[in-house]
Nanobody, 116 residues
Framework: QVQLVESGGGLVQAGGSLRLSCVAS????????MGWYRQAPEKQRELVAT???????GYTDSVKGRFTISRDNAKNTVYLQMNSLKPEDTAVYYC??????????WGQGTQVTVSS
């Protein structure tokens, strides 16, 4: 069983920055893709960013140029650096891991609130 633990959420003013972290309980060699999702109140969960084992990244259009996903394989940790935050970025952010054997794992979520 893979456990993912997020941290780094909080309250920030518009234009500010936050860095989210997600630590996996297993080696990243077992994880094919890591990603960040978010879910705002009364909205569906949406994909924000992904990073593959090889380091390829992808972003949803609304965060391109503002958010950066990265991973530290030695620490089994994936990060989401969020700059120029907007009120519409307010959501619970979830870490996701897709294992080499096709299983899907989720963290418990961390709240990000951006005030205007």
């Amino acid at each position: 069983q893979v456990q993912l633990v997020e941290s780094g959420g909080g309250l920030v003013q518009a234009g500010g920055s936050l860095r989210l972290s997600c630590v996996a309980s297993v080696s990243f060699s077992n994880i094919a893709v890591m990603g960040w999702y978010r879910q705002a109140p009364e909205k569906q969960r949406e994909l924000v960013a992904t990073i593959t084992k090889g380091g390829s990244t992808g972003y949803t259009d609304s965060v391109k140029g503002r958010f950066t996903i990265s991973r530290d394989n030695a620490k089994n940790t994936v990060y989401l650096q969020m700059n120029s935050l907007k009120p519409e970025d307010t959501a619970v952010y979830y870490c996701n891991g897709q294992s080499n054997w096709g299983a899907d794992y989720w963290g418990q979520g961390t709240q990000v609130t951006v005030s205007s």
